[in-house]
């Protein structure tokens, strides 16, 4: 046992050193270091604007609305003149984690009016140029550079050795093939976390000391988390390069498959799985939902002019409450349908992009960073739940009017704008977390054994 | 002599496993995204067709809904047209338009969609750069290139020869794609896109845009092949380039032209805009009282007091929109300073150049929203207002369900199409840009391998 254990010390030793030699450390170090820096540069920008963009529109929750009726009465007739201007709805406030992993938070920056319905208005971000592009935020780095260097450490871990004949020296001890191929994957996953932990703790310190960010031991352990899925999803492309070098018999070859592979992997496979979720849960457009929710109010104001006429003739009865009820139940019910919808269509996507390693990492990293699927989704409920409380108050007015009423009306009214949607808690985020990692470990696991299997079947000659 | 080298470069190329398992996933990835996206786009059509059915009749002498109409080649190229909102609703008193929200695609943030775009913009440069990687170092490696320069041939036309070994058997690749593509793209969309002559047209120059992004690419690749000794050393550095220049600068070129060119905060601006506005409704409102109170004191009919109201109201509605418009295209022109700077600083890498000039050829740009907004506003003035005004002129307000009437009929907002040449015209700047960026990989190339030892 000691015996084996100084076989896999000595290979993993040797591993490292060669890297640390011919620079790759320092080369992954230095590059992840300068990206990760940069991007917390930016994405702290972005978020000190946001977080100013939501301090105002906090401050102008208190301006009061202009406005007023001016009547014009004659003695032939009258009709009046209405003004009225306020401010924009709430907004959220954006959190803090947003500054390493942006997420959804884009979306989730909308002010938003809760009545009788939810009105979302335009999204905050009016440069609108980094639409098409990534968000380069810490997730981003991670995907891109971490599975690089990944693979850089390991696909001519044993392609190199053939060509320079030592492979062949090695193979002649008595050593187990497995023990080989494990030593070596030890070596490229410490020769890669060494750089990845300093270049991280780099940033989380950068933040903490130049932007007070992240706060709270919360916080912390949503780093740390992180930190470990990262790292877990850098060790799966390190097994992925070393099958690559197993199955591959020239450096060369090795690498221009490592890339394409990674191409496909981290470029390829997430993008067309959200695709897919798209297409297999087809939601109306939300202007389609505004535009039948109109459909819906015009029929209403027909039928309703219509029963004035009727009851003018007749009874002299004025319009029906019911019918009001009737059309708040019908619009909440589309809003509700297309929420719904929404929201599968992002639990979908998650399931799908978790088979790929890329999309694991980032759809399990928004959520540990409450600006994933369940922070999005928890958003679009609250402002559900707002909103029966609002439809309950106006029913009651319906029912019972008067200043009782009123009073529970103007109550709900504060109770929905002072509510704050928060982060969903470390445990709720659970759930996807483990999707994530269980993805990776059986990435991970499957590469380990298909590296194993290459290697055994390998010519070292 | 040239023809030479080209045939053994291009037996190569072809012969090369990289271009046969390239072939083989974009086989695969072609069809399946441009299926995709013609499914999508079919929908986003209906759902066009159903709004625009909708908001006609919405439209009265308060309000109108306009809706920014699909640019035809946006299944090759989606741009910022899912990202800005598409629908404005225009009140006819305030300047400040009101705007709808546009979807909610915050799956879109994560994963941008895979388009024609991306699969030649980074998936082919790869492919690119990947076969040019070792044109020269390869030789140099075998001991070939001491023969070939031994013979009398100058050092350009074997450089030349080894670039179209390489630009060939890509454009071929790039052809397959992108009829495949677009074969793909007319049969599922069912009908909403059709291969017009003007839709030919444009994708024809959008292949040979994207040709000029791969001849970028396959000189850069080339120039390093001849700088360096060895195989896999040129291809660290070719795969270091392609990874800078593709995915890391385009998405920090607008987060660093954030840090550097700031503009007011979207709120901090509205509420300036929003404390004239008001300032400007109060003095309104005291105006409006005043007038009542004379027309009541005068005791004149409730037509002529309409008449007199509507004149009052068409005079504060020009000194909202002079004020207020102001106030507006202040910001317009901070926020495009701002665009403009990151695009420039995003230029630098080939691809955000290549899909700068596909924004402008596909009606999927900034550009092309601008232009909407302008037309927006010019239907605003020239037809809006006026017929809004006669029809409130119209109105009887004092009798009881009028309001029920107030319908507006409106001509079709005539969005600028800009002819083929006109959009590469507002293309010129990111197109001179590619073009540059192709010429100097291409001179580079030239220059490394005329000093280049071949020992």
Request: charged share 20%.
């Amino acid at each position: 046992m000691l015996l084996v254990w100084s076989q896999i010390w000595l290979i993993t030793k040797r591993e490292i050193t060669a890297n640390a030699r011919n620079f790759k450390i320092l080369v992954a170090l230095m590059a992840m270091t300068l990206l990760s820096l940069l991007s917390a540069r930016a994405m702290t920008v972005d978020y000190e604007n946001r977080l100013s963009n939501w301090r105002v529109n906090q401050d102008r929750q208190r301006d009061p609305a202009v406005g007023g009726d001016i009547s014009y009465n004659l003695a032939d007739g009258s009709f009046v003149h209405g003004e009225v201007f306020g401010h924009t709805p709430p907004i959220q406030s954006p959190r803090p984690f947003s500054a390493l992993i942006k997420g959804m938070s884009g979306e989730m920056d909308r002010a938003v009016n809760v009545g009788q319905q939810i009105v979302f208005w335009a999204r905050q971000d009016e440069p609108a140029t980094s639409a098409i592009f990534n968000i380069p935020d810490t997730s981003f780095v991670i995907k891109l550079l971490v599975s690089l260097f990944a693979l850089m450490f390991s696909f001519d871990t044993v392609t190199q050795e053939k060509e320079s004949g030592t492979l062949r020296a090695m193979m002649s001890q008595p050593v187990s093939r497995s023990l080989v191929i494990i030593s070596k994957s030890l070596g490229a996953s410490v020769s890669l976390l060494a750089p990845f932990t300093a270049s991280y703790f780099m940033e989380i310190i950068y933040l903490h000391l130049a932007h007070g960010l992240p706060t709270g031991r919360e916080d912390l352990i949503r780093a740390l988390l992180i930190f470990g899925m990262a790292s877990l999803y850098g060790i799966v492309f390190t097994q992925i390069g070393i099958f690559i070098s197993t199955i591959t018999r020239q450096t060369k070859i090795a690498v221009t498959t490592a890339l394409l592979t990674w191409a496909t992997i981290v470029l390829i496979l997430p993008n067309a799985a959200v695709l897919i979720a798209k297409l297999l849960t087809p939601a109306p457009s939300y202007n389609h939902l505004n535009a039948s929710l109109y459909e819906e109010r015009k029929r209403f104001l027909q039928d309703e002019a219509e029963a004035d006429r009727a009851a003018r003739q007749s009874t002299g009865r004025i319009g029906d409450q019911m019918n009001l009820l009737r059309l708040f139940e019908i619009q909440r019910q589309a809003t509700d349908d297309y929420l719904t919808i929404k929201k599968d269509q992002n639990r979908l996507a998650r399931l799908f992009a978790a088979l790929s390693p890329a999309g694991a990492l980032t759809f399990g990293a928004c959520d540990l960073a409450g600006t994933g699927v369940d922070a999005y989704n928890s958003y679009l409920d609250s402002f559900r739940s707002d909103r029966d409380v609002m439809l309950d108050a106006l029913r009651r007015r319906l029912d019972f009017p008067g200043p009782e009423a009123d009073r529970l009306l103007q109550k709900a009214h504060e109770t929905t704008a002072g509510s704050r949607q928060r982060a969903p808690s470390l445990g709720a985020s659970a759930f996807s977390f483990v999707i994530s990692i269980t993805s990776l470990v059986a990435w991970g696991v499957f590469f380990v054994f298909a590296a194993c299997w290459g290697f055994r079947r390998y010519d070292v000659r | 002599m040239f023809q030479t080298i080209l045939h053994r470069e291009i037996q190569e190329t072809s012969a090369s496993p990289i271009l046969l398992f390239t072939l083989v996933a974009l086989t695969i990835l072609v069809p399946l995204s441009a299926c995709i996206q013609a499914r999508y786009y079919k929908f986003v059509a209906e759902d066009y067709n159903l709004r625009q059915s909708v908001h006609q009749a919405e439209n009265s002498s308060q309000s109108i809904v306009l809706i920014r109409p699909l640019p035809p080649l946006a299944p090759f190229f989606n741009g910022v047209y899912d990202s800005l909102p598409d629908e404005f609703r225009l009140p006819i008193d305030s300047a400040t338009t009101n705007t709808p929200s546009g979807d909610l695609i915050p799956l879109d943030w994560l994963f941008p969609k895979i388009d024609l775009s991306f699969i030649i913009g980074v998936l082919m440069t790869l492919l690119t750069i990947l076969l040019a990687h070792d044109t020269i170092a390869r030789d140099r490696d075998q001991g070939a290139l001491k023969l070939v320069l031994a013979s009398p041939v100058r050092r350009r036309l074997v450089l030349a020869a080894k670039l179209t070994g390489v630009i060939l058997p890509v454009t071929v690749v790039l052809i397959y794609v992108v009829s495949l593509y677009t074969s793909v793209v007319i049969f599922f969309s069912r009908g909403t896109v059709a291969l017009s002559i003007a839709n030919f047209k444009a994708l024809t120059i959008f292949t040979m845009v994207a040709l000029t992004v791969l001849i970028a690419s396959c000189a850069i690749g080339v120039a390093i092949s001849a700088a360096v000794r060895q195989s896999s050393v040129s291809l660290f550095v070719c795969a270091s380039i392609w990874i800078v220049i593709n995915l890391i600068w385009p998405p920090f070129g607008p987060y660093v032209a954030a840090i550097f060119k700031t503009v007011p905060t979207p709120e901090a601006a509205r509420r300036e805009i929003a404390f004239k506005e008001k300032d400007l409704i109060r003095k309104e409102l005291a105006e409006h009282r005043k007038t009542a109170n004379d027309l009541e004191a005068q005791q004149v009919g409730v037509k002529f007091a309409w008449q007199r109201y509507l004149e009052l109201r068409r005079k504060w509605m020009e000194r909202r929109n002079k004020a207020i418009g102001r106030l507006v295209e202040e910001r317009k022109k901070q926020i495009s300073d701002q665009q403009v700077f990151a695009r420039r600083i995003s230029l630098f890498s080939p691809y955000a150049a290549f899909r700068e000039v596909l924004g402008n050829l596909c009606g999927t740009g900034l550009e092309s929203y601008d232009e909407f907004l302008t037309a927006a506003e010019r239907y605003k003035q020239q037809e809006f207002i006026p017929k809004g005004f006669d029809q409130l002129s119209q109105q009887k307000p004092w009798v009881k369900g009028a309001e029920l009437e107030d319908k507006l009929q409106l001509p079709h907002l005539q969005t600028p199409a800009p002819d083929l040449f006109g959009r590469l015209s507002a293309a010129a700047w990111p197109l001179s840009i590619l073009i540059a960026e192709m010429i100097i990989s291409v001179a580079l190339g030239i220059l490394i391998f005329e000093r280049s030892d071949v020992r």
